[in-house]
């Protein structure tokens, strides 16, 4: 079958770095895709890893090993915005898209 | 200018009657999909189309039918609404039917059903 895992929570103070991994046992690999989602709100686009290595843009960096079916997001000088959960994806050999459950992320002053 | 949007916000109705969710984006994206969140915030995805022509059916009761008039929309009609029903369904739409872009998602419609 087909897998990704995330943590279902965490928690970080304001100003901070927090690391959320992913890991995936999928059908093939053709992409990885974070997604932030605040309560309440839609799923917005954050980043997408096809090949191995860091994706640096902004506050946030996304990185990707193939071989090791893992993931993880970033987020530096965190700020109470922040809080929302966090998706990740994985495009399998069919084009599918596969869904974590989501890391809710919840920040403290 | 919203990108993605679905009308109604919020539908509460009695079960077994018959609701549709209305999808439209303005972003000239040729493929447009249905998901379904429910209480563990967990996405699944119910249908995609690609130009108007369906392309993944999952396995989603018979209960539900998308329709596709034209690309820019996509709507969603369930009939005899059941308890189960009950969750957050989102539109979106993305630009490649390989699921290689990115998703835009329309805000939401939470359905309830007493």
């Known amino acids: 079958g087909q897998n990704i895992d995330q943590p279902t929570e965490m928690t970080a103070t304001e100003g901070a770095i927090v690391q959320i991994n992913c890991t995936y046992q999928?059908?093939?690999?053709?992409?990885l895709f974070w997604y932030q989602q605040h309560a309440g709100e839609a799923p917005t686009f954050l980043s997408y890893?096809?090949l191995d290595g860091l994706e640096e843009k902004g506050r946030f960096s996304s990185f990707l090993s193939r071989s090791k079916g893992y993931s993880y997001l970033l987020l530096k000088e965190l700020q109470m915005k922040d809080s929302a959960s966090y998706l990740c994806a994985v495009i399998d050999s069919n084009y599918q898209l596969i869904w974590g459950a989501g890391t809710k992320l919840i920040i403290k002053p | 200018d919203t990108a993605v949007s679905q009308t109604p916000k919020y539908l509460v109705t009695q079960m077994g009657n018959d609701k549709s969710i209305k999808c439209e984006q303005n972003l000239g994206h040729d493929t447009m999909y249905w998901y379904k969140q429910d209480s563990k915030k967990f996405l699944k995805i119910m249908f995609s189309?690609?130009?108007?022509?369906?392309?993944i059916n999952e396995t989603v009761p018979n209960r539900f039918s998308p329709k596709s008039p034209d690309k820019a929309h996509l709507n969603l009609h369930i009939n005899s609404l059941e308890l189960g029903d009950s969750a957050v369904y989102f539109c979106?739409?993305?630009?490649?039917?390989?699921?290689?872009?990115?998703?835009?998602f329309g805000n939401g419609t939470r359905l309830t059903v007493t």
């Open positions: 189309y690609n130009n108007k022509e369906l392309i």
């Open positions: 999928t059908s093939g690999f053709n992409g």
């Open positions: 890893n096809v």
């Open positions: 979106a739409s993305s630009q490649a039917v390989e699921g290689t872009s990115p998703l835009h």
